[in-house]
């Protein structure tokens, strides 16, 4: 493997251990709290509904947070695997970016 494709094997690699789910999980709770908004608007505002609607905000930013450490440890493990073929098959085999 040459050092460029090493370079960039290893960027990859750090990238998604990196990714904490952090950016996810804020867009879907933004999402949530637009959503329970528009809901809360119809009705009226009772102690009960403001908790209600935090309850689906927090629920829907730990989804996305989840969502987003699923996809990017899948990523990972992809690289990997697709890394341990590539040192498998030998110095022959051109590495793909």
């Known amino acids: 493997?040459?050092?460029g494709s090493r370079?960039?094997?290893?960027r990859r690699i750090v990238l998604w251990?990196?990714?904490c789910?952090?950016?996810t999980g804020a867009l879907v709770a933004l999402a949530?709290?637009?959503w329970r908004t528009r809901v809360v608007l119809h009705q009226p505002l009772t102690f009960s509904a403001v908790l209600t609607g935090l309850g689906w905000i927090f629920g829907a930013a730990l989804v996305?947070?989840?969502g987003g450490l699923a996809v990017a440890r899948t990523l990972l493990?992809?690289?990997?695997i697709r890394l341990s073929q590539?040192?498998?098959s030998g110095p022959e085999t051109p590495l793909q970016p």
Do not use: F, H, P
């Open 1 to 3: 493997m040459d050092e």
């Open 17 to 19: 251990r990196s990714v």
């Open 32 to 34: 949530a709290l637009v």
């Open 7 to 10: 370079l960039r094997t290893e």
């Open 77 to 80: 493990v992809l690289d990997l």
């Open 86 to 88: 590539r040192l498998d």
């Open 64 to 66: 996305g947070k989840l």
């Open 21 to 23: 789910g952090c950016q």
